[in-house]
T-cell receptor
Framework: GAVVSQHPSWVICKSGTSVKIECRSLDFQATTMFWYRQFPKQSLMLMATSNEGSKATYEQGVEKDKFLINHASLTLSTLTVTSAHPEDSSFYIC?????????????FGQGTRLTVV | KQEVTQIPAALSVPEGENLVLNCSFTDSAIYNLQWFRQDPGKGLTSLLLIQSSQREQTSGRLNASLDKSSGRSTLYIAASQPGDSATYLCAVPITGGGNKLTFGTGTQLKVEL
């Protein structure tokens, strides 16, 4: 299957600082990538859709100014958590599908464990 | 709004047992359904993808079925092994949302020696 790489796998940051998470599709192009968040013992919740070359679209209740998304190329999307606070501590996962395929399987990155202290 | 539910929430079985995980969804207008495995603190591994035109998919000891009309899917694991211990998630595309997924609540499986 297709490979999606996410970096870093974990990060600890101080409250008030910003953290950038990268999501790369290694062997295919993805015009669209998705960012999810997972709190402990809960399932994944979609945060936003990252669109190559255009603005991201955010789900209801997700602050676009806090979670900045950039999708500058067909293989890279970044999520920046700005002015992080302890309540932002969570597991963040990205996904992508091969743009050349229609109803294709979604492949996920390894996830990033963010801890804000 | 699509809601996806998985039963049971947790399951513990002895090694070698065959088991079935259940997934139900409220909106049957889906074009595929995907089963994932998640190990603790890790990302998701895609196990099986069933297109809406298909009834089932098989991969090794795994078999997934789909009944759109009743809004149900099952994941059958044959001859379970301790290495199968993980959380299993089913997911369907959000209506009109391309490959945006709505995830089920998950089933935490433990296979004991």
């Amino acid at each position: 299957g297709a490979v999606v790489s996410q970096h870093p796998s974990w990060v600890i940051c101080k409250s008030g600082t910003s953290v950038k998470i990268e999501c790369r599709s290694l062997d295919f192009q993805a015009t669209t990538m998705f960012w999810y968040r997972q709190f402990p013992k809960q399932s994944l919740m979609l945060m936003a859709t990252s669109n190559e070359g255009s603005k991201a679209t955010y789900e209801q209740g997700v602050e676009k100014d806090k979670f900045l998304i950039n999708h500058a190329s067909l293989t890279l999307s970044t999520l920046t958590v700005t002015s992080a606070h302890p309540e932002d501590s969570s597991f963040y996962i990205c996904s992508a599908s091969d743009s050349r395929q229609g109803a294709a399987a979604a492949f996920f990155g390894q996830g990033t464990r963010l801890t804000v202290v | 709004k699509q809601e996806v539910t998985q039963i049971p929430a947790a399951l513990s079985v002895p090694e070698g047992e065959n088991l079935v995980l259940n997934c139900s969804f409220t909106d049957s207008a889906i074009y595929n359904l995907q089963w994932f495995r998640q190990d603790p603190g890790k990302g998701l591994t895609s196990l099986l993808l069933i297109q809406s035109s298909q009834r089932e998919q098989t991969s090794g000891r795994l078999n997934a079925s789909l009944d759109k009309s009743s809004g149900r899917s099952t994941l059958y694991i044959a001859a379970s092994q301790p290495g199968d211990s993980a959380t299993y998630l089913c997911a369907v595309p959000i209506t009109g949302g391309g490959n945006k997924l709505t995830f089920g609540t998950g089933t935490q499986l433990k296979v004991e020696l």
